[in-house]
């Protein structure tokens, strides 16, 4: 099963909001809302910002919003800041039991 | 939360077994599923497999003829070993707790490197 599709890299100036999308099919994204993502700075582990599609841990700002239309998910960041600028991983449950990560996207602030 | 800590060789020979431990410390870790997961440098996020407290475990398809996971609940940790690896498992390596139906993983150690390499 292919990593899930998420592009490469999005850029914004501070004050804008992006979209990351992260595309799979009806065997994960599209079957289940068990869609997670996770914010990565430089030689730091990964930190869950959404899950379940669109829940929000505790302390997570509400910047963060996820959403979902069929077999694409998407992470926007409203308010864009310096320090959210990082790489973002989507991540689904599979029909087959095993879980996917996308690709990962490089968000850049201009 | 729980707290998780990766530990193990930081460097193996190519086509020895890559060993790595994941201590757990304020959670139990039985009940809970628990993930391996790792990140080749300057690339994305590879998913190994995760383990039940009972011992039930996942692998990834690619993985899979090469991984054993398992778990220690007296010690309130859980175990990766890969077999047979080469240059291209060189790779930070996290652990991390996972829920049912891998709904998310969180919270993550701070991840080890592994470097195979003669």
């Known amino acids: 099963q292919s990593a899930l599709t998420q592009p490469a890299s999005v850029s914004g100036s501070p004050g804008q909001s992006i979209t990351i999308s992260c595309t799979g099919t009806?065997?994960?994204?599209?079957?289940?809302?068990?869609v997670s993502w996770y914010q990565q700075h430089p030689g730091k582990p990964p930190k869950l910002i959404i899950y379940?599609?669109?829940y929000r841990p505790s302390g997570v700002s509400n910047r963060f919003s996820g959403s979902k239309s069929g077999n694409t998910a998407s992470l926007t960041i409203s308010g864009l800041q310096a320090e959210d600028e990082a790489d973002y991983y989507c991540?689904?449950?599979?029909?087959?039991?095993?879980?996917?990560f996308g690709g990962g996207t490089r968000v850049t602030v201009l | 939360q729980a707290q998780l800590r990766e530990s193990g060789p930081g460097l193996v020979k190519p086509s020895e077994t890559l060993s790595l431990t994941c201590t757990v410390s304020?959670?139990?870790?039985?009940?809970?599923?628990w993930s391996w997961i790792r990140q080749p440098a300057g690339r994305g996020l590879e998913w190994i497999g995760r383990i039940y407290s009972s011992g039930i475990a996942n692998y990834s398809p690619s993985l899979k003829s090469r991984v054993t996971m398992s778990v220690d609940t007296s010690k309130n940790q859980f175990s990766l070993k890969l077999s047979a690896v080469t240059a291209a498992d060189t790779a930070v390596y996290y652990c991390a707790k996972d829920r049912d139906y891998m709904r998310w993983v969180d919270p993550w150690g701070q991840g080890t490197l592994v470097t195979v390499s003669s």
């Open positions: 009806s065997s994960d994204v599209g079957g289940y809302n068990f």
């Open positions: 379940d599609v669109h």
């Open positions: 991540s689904s449950h599979t029909s087959r039991s095993i879980r996917l």
């Open positions: 304020n959670d139990s870790i039985s009940g809970f599923y």
